[in-house]
């Protein structure tokens, strides 16, 4: 489904030009991202295959030319030509603006692929699962009638076990062995440290890609603060935060499109699939032990200056 402000958009307008009708344009692309969502896959094919997918019966390979030169000089189109493969085409950022459900398909895919399975093979799974269910479900009914339509006494469940008491500030007090739980402010310390090597593994490698890059202290700052979202609202872990920071630095494509820790995180999944697709991550390049980020060496600097002060 085309996102709200589409037909407001300078592509959608040059597109609609270029074939004659707005609705035209619309319907097309409706039918051509609907086909991709469908095989949670952004190739499209040839000529013939673009414009059989949006449904055009006009004029052979004027609505993918229009397709592909939307954008203008120097900007993408709607759709773009397979790199290494004159006349194959795929839909634009495909993965940037599709529904969830599209990139777990894609998923799911990569990883039939990857185990050998065929699609058939998964279906009669399915439908044996299916079988069984239903016929758990028979076999519980039968049990409980007999043969003359009388029903059998069900035995209930069994009673709750009892709650025991909590014990009191006193008794805990007294208890040797009582486990002490990290403060909230020891477990913010420890994740922003992590967030804080992340991003300067990312620091690292784009240097190591390119040694005149300019990263200053405000976006390392915010590097931080994004990284620490990824480990605490996203759920990644350090590990595979990590892994796929090597491997996109790795990528003769992705480290020229992966310069910030937010890009990064827009992206991780799409990342994630293509580095398992691809065989796993790239060489590791660890970090020192006594590494310092920017921002942490500040906030030393900051707390050593309120200390003098007082």
């Not at 310092?292 to 050593?304: D, H, P």
């Amino acid at each position: 489904m085309a996102r709200p402000g589409l037909t407001q958009h300078r592509k959608f307008r040059r597109l609609a030009r270029a074939i004659g009708s707005e609705p035209l344009a619309l319907g097309c692309l409706e039918f051509l991202w609907e086909t991709c969502y469908q095989n949670g896959d952004e190739y499209l094919g040839d000529v013939l295959d673009v414009e059989a997918a949006a449904h055009w019966d006009g004029e052979q390979g004027k609505l993918c030319a229009a397709l592909l030169t939307a954008g203008g000089d120097g900007n993408h189109g709607f759709i773009d030509e397979v790199d290494g493969r004159p006349g194959h085409h795929r839909c634009h950022d495909l993965f940037d603006h599709a529904p969830r459900y599209v990139s777990r398909r894609l998923q799911k895919e990569i990883e039939r692929v990857a185990a050998g399975v065929s699609i058939s093979e998964i279906r009669a799974a399915a439908g044996r699962k299916g079988a069984a269910i239903t016929n758990g479900k028979r076999t519980a009914n039968v049990s409980k009638e007999s043969a003359n339509g009388q029903h059998f006494a069900v035995t209930p469940a069994p009673a709750p076990a009892p709650i025991e008491p909590k014990p009191s500030s006193s008794e805990l007090e007294g208890s040797s062995d009582q486990a002490t739980a990290p403060t909230r402010k020891e477990t913010a310390n420890s994740t922003s440290r992590e967030a804080s090597r992340l991003a300067g593994l990312l620091k690292a490698e784009i240097l190591r890609n390119s040694p005149n890059h300019k990263i200053t202290q405000a976006q390392e700052r915010e590097w931080n603060h994004t990284a620490d979202l990824m480990l605490r609202l996203d759920h990644r872990t350090p590990e595979e935060i990590a892994e796929v920071i090597r491997w996109a630095q790795h990528n003769d494509f992705w480290r020229t499109n992966i310069l910030s820790m937010e890009k990064l995180r827009k992206q991780f999944d799409r990342l994630s699939m293509l580095m398992r697709a691809n065989g796993g991550s790239a060489a590791l390049v660890k970090l020192p032990d006594t590494y310092v980020s920017v921002s942490e060496r500040i906030r030393a600097e900051r707390g050593a200056q309120r200390a003098v002060a007082q």
